[in-house]
């Protein structure tokens, strides 16, 4: 029996179709497919981490000040006052690991300050203590970093706290200066035991 060209074409356009659709799969109707799926529970969002705002106590007192208006108390208990501990290494000298205790808190004279206390993590010697307005307009402090401050400010790692024994401190502009007693504590590092837990 003699087929036309047409029915031969035809079975031809089918052969090329059943290859095409093995080529993508197995040709079955996507809607008939079993697929059992499980939902999962939604997450809820974080927010990162921040540094501690708060969790300092005490008051330090700035008497024999020049000028005579930044003498004044600062309560490091008021709720304007934040508080950081971190722990950092210096790049010059190189490699003393620190910490690096922040306050941002407000005097009975009405001046805002940034205090800065740096200690050494290995023995606690203090590196660093300075008094900034926040304007920048009035500043004492000593420095030592590869050494340490040989005396007038202490820090009593268990406790917490630092401590200064009417310590002079000298404006770095040198016009400035101001004695400071008094003791505050510092919060924790939640990550570095050597900075105070």
Same mark, same amino acid.
């Given at each position: 029996?003699?087929?036309?060209?047409?029915?031969?074409?035809?079975?031809?356009?089918?052969?090329?179709?059943?290859l095409l659709l093995s080529a993508c799969g197995d040709g079955?109707?996507?809607?008939?497919?079993?697929?059992?799926?499980?939902?999962?529970?939604?997450?809820?969002p974080t927010n990162p981490t921040a540094p501690t705002a708060t969790?300092?106590?005490?008051?330090?007192?700035?008497?024999?000040?020049?000028?005579?208006a930044q003498n004044g108390t600062i309560d490091f208990g008021a709720s304007n006052?934040?508080?950081?501990?971190?722990?950092?290494? +210096? *790049?010059?000298?190189?490699?003393?690991?620190?910490?690096?205790? !922040?306050y #941002?808190?407000?005097?009975?004279?009405?001046?805002r300050y940034e205090i800065k206390v740096y200690f050494r993590r290995s023995d606690q010697k203090v590196l660093n203590a300075s008094f900034f307005k926040t304007d920048f307009s009035w500043g004492?402090?000593?420095?030592?970093?590869?050494?340490?401050?040989?005396?007038?400010?202490s820090v009593n790692l268990a406790a917490r706290s630092i401590t200064f024994a009417n310590k002079v401190l000298n404006?770095?502009?040198g016009t400035d200066?101001? +004695? *400071?007693?008094?003791?505050?504590?510092?919060?924790?590092?939640? !990550?570095? #035991?050597a900075c105070g837990t």
């Open positions: 029996m003699k087929k036309s060209t047409r029915h031969l074409a035809t079975w031809a356009a089918v052969a090329g179709l059943g079955a109707d996507p809607a008939t497919t079993d697929i059992t799926t499980t939902p999962t529970a939604p997450t809820t969790g300092a106590s005490g008051t330090l007192t700035i008497s024999s000040a020049s000028p005579a006052v934040l508080a950081a501990n971190t722990a950092l290494t +210096t *790049v010059s000298p190189a490699g003393i690991d620190y910490c690096d205790i !922040t #941002a808190a407000t005097s009975s004279s009405g001046s004492i402090g000593e420095s030592n970093l590869a050494a340490g401050i040989t005396a007038g400010v404006g770095f502009s200066v101001g +004695t *400071v007693n008094g003791t505050v504590t510092f919060p924790a590092n939640t !990550t570095v #035991a």
